[in-house]
């Protein structure tokens, strides 16, 4: 079950390779945007494909809302930065190698097709005050996050 709406959002410090060679932060939007966390289950496979190109695809819709997405998962961030130059993903993708802030948020999925545990696929918005306004985990990693319901939220915290 992920941290529930109205819990203060842990914040975190992720090493990422996209866009640049950086540590991705909660805390440096704080104050300044909401942001939009997409936890994704592994690299390279069909749904987390589709899933983040569509989010990419549509990136201004959550820029026009003054969000910033970040995509979280367990990989290595090499092996997301191949990802994304690979099918053109152009969120900020962070890694959770250590699986610390997909505990802190929860949303563990526990040995994904015999492999190991990885971050179940979840979406949740934060806004500027760092404090959960929606969360949800899918089902199954292969259900999609409702992003109508998303920018919804976003649209309500303008």
């Known amino acids: ?18 866009p640049a060679d950086l540590e991705v932060k909660l805390s440096n939007n704080l104050g300044k945007k909401n942001t939009v966390l997409l936890f994704f ?40 930065a191949a990802w994304a130059q690979k099918d053109k993903i152009g969120i900020t993708l962070a890694s959770d190698l250590n699986k610390t802030t997909t505990k802190a948020y929860d949303v563990v999925f526990p040995m994904l097709a ?8 979840a979406a949740f918005v934060i806004d500027k005050a760092g404090v959960v306004q929606y969360a949800e985990q899918t ?10 319901a998303i920018k919804a939220k976003l649209a309500e915290l303008q």
């Open 41 to 80: 289950p592994l690299a390279f496979t069909g749904v987390c494909t589709a899933e983040l190109c569509d989010v990419t695809a549509g990136l201004n819709a959550y820029t026009d809302l003054n969000a910033e997405v970040i995509g979280i998962s367990v990989d290595s961030p090499f092996a997301q």
């Open 1 to 18: 079950m992920p941290i529930a709406v109205g819990s203060k959002a842990p914040d975190f410090t992720l090493k990422s390779k996209t």
């Open 139 to 148: 089902p199954t990693p292969k259900d999609l996050p409702n992003f109508a």
């Open 114 to 121: 015999g492999v190991g545990d990885t971050s179940a696929r």
